[in-house]
């Protein structure tokens, strides 16, 4: 059975959704802001400060703050954005260098569809399905 590309999008982010391990109501609010801020500061300034604010260093050592909202919310971009095939790297970090050196084309692509995706994962973070 074929689906639309707005039927994939919901179906990933209630997916995603109910694996999230944070205080929801800060999600919510964060997910809120999200398209706002990727349109005011550009997309890969907005996935900068989520990886700022999701991260701590530890013993010297950068390390990704548990059950944090930040965090989530990027690995949820990721994860979509290599879902449709728009990077292709492994670890966190170089997919977010990935990003920084891709040429205009894929980066508006990445910004469009994360901004799409973002739309569902807002709708469904605001329905408290998962609460």
């Known amino acids: 059975m074929r ?37 005011q500061n550009g997309f890969g300034q907005a996935l900068a400060f989520l990886a700022a604010k999701g991260s701590e260093t ?39 260098m990935e990003i920084h050196v891709m040429d205009q084309g894929q980066y508006l692509l990445a910004q469009r569809e994360t901004l799409a995706m973002l739309e569902w994962l807002k709708r469904y973070a605001h329905a408290d399905l998962f609460e």
């Open 3 to 39: 689906h639309t590309l707005g039927q994939d999008r919901a179906a990933f982010t209630l997916k995603r959704l109910e694996t999230i391990d944070c205080d929801r109501d800060k999600f919510k609010k964060l997910c809120a802001g999200l398209p706002s801020m990727i349109m």
């Open 58 to 96: 530890k013993n010297g050592k950068l390390q990704e703050k548990q059950k944090n909202e930040h965090v989530n919310a990027y690995k949820i971009i990721l994860a979509w954005l290599d879902k449709k095939k728009v990077i292709k790297k492994e670890a966190l970090k170089d997919r977010l």
